[in-house]
């Protein structure tokens, strides 16, 4: 869907019904915005969830000079500053950008959606409208949810691995009283200072080991079980994404903390 939108972008067609028509085809909320940031057009999956009028301007890409953060109020209230954070950014820089919000629907309730902007430009560089997608994200969100409140009241964490580091580290492994912050993301040295020092040089083979080979395993480290899995089907388009789920022992052995 995403190469899709990439492809409809890069053909550079004219804001009208042939833009109109090429992204109400896209199984997906899509919309394009004049170059000041105006929203302008949504297509027909986008505005039925948003129950708007069969006449609002909005399905049929009338322009009338609205404000380039006109659409801030059809979100969550609780995502409207970081959005418009985002999409200013994407106005001053003229560079692509991405943010998740929860949106409005025609019922009232609201749902998650991951939303993409690109700047379409002319072969001068001149900046000629944006072009959006926002991808409905919402059971993804309430996977994460429940995933969350799982591992809190398991005592059980998660994180995310990739050659570079780690990309992600959930909340409840920052419990351990020895990483006093919750962050995402570590760098390798810091998690194998975490780890008994009679097991660093075993870890750190094992971690090679996967990266090499991608296969699945399970370890005991000094306080916690280890349980790597290989991801078959990679998160953000990374090519090596192995989730590690620890279940903390406690007592495992003496003078662990």
């Not at 962050?183 to 040089?201: F, I, S, T």
């Not at 870890?203 to 080991?209: K, R």
């Not at 399970?218 to 590690?244: F, I, M, Q």
Request: glycine fraction near 8%; proline fraction near 5%; charge should be negative.
């Amino acid at each position: 869907m995403i190469e899709h939108f990439v492809s409809v972008a890069q053909k550079r067609l004219p804001l009208g019904p042939e833009l109109q028509i090429a992204l109400n085809l896209i199984p997906a909320h899509t919309w394009y915005a004049v170059p000041l940031g105006a929203l302008t057009f949504v297509n027909e999956r986008a505005a039925d969830y948003l129950g708007l009028p069969k006449d609002h301007r909005l399905r049929f890409g009338t322009v009338i000079g609205a404000d380039w953060d006109s659409h801030i109020p059809l979100l969550h209230p609780d995502d409207r500053e970081e959005t418009r954070r985002v999409w200013s950014d994407c106005l001053r820089t003229g560079c692509a950008g991405e943010v998740s919000f929860r949106v409005r629907n025609a019922e009232g309730g609201y749902r998650w959606f991951l939303s993409r902007a690109e700047p379409v430009r002319a072969a001068d560089g001149t900046l000629l409208y944006w072009i959006g997608v926002n991808l409905d994200i919402d059971e993804r969100k309430q996977a994460e949810f429940y995933l969350a409140e799982g591992q809190r009241l398991a005592h059980t964490g998660s994180w995310a691995f990739i050659p570079a580091g780690f990309e992600y580290w959930s909340s409840e492994l920052f419990q351990n009283p020895r990483t006093r912050s919750e962050r995402q993301g570590a760098d390798k040295g810091e998690y194998l200072g975490l780890v008994h020092p009679e097991d660093r040089a075993f870890v750190e083979q094992q971690i090679q080991e996967i990266l090499a080979t991608h296969r699945a395993f399970e370890l005991h480290e000094a306080n916690r079980a280890a349980s790597w899995t290989d991801s078959k089907r990679p998160l953000g388009g990374r090519s090596c994404y192995l989730v590690e789920d620890l279940a903390e022992i406690r007592g495992h052995r003496d003078g662990c903390h």
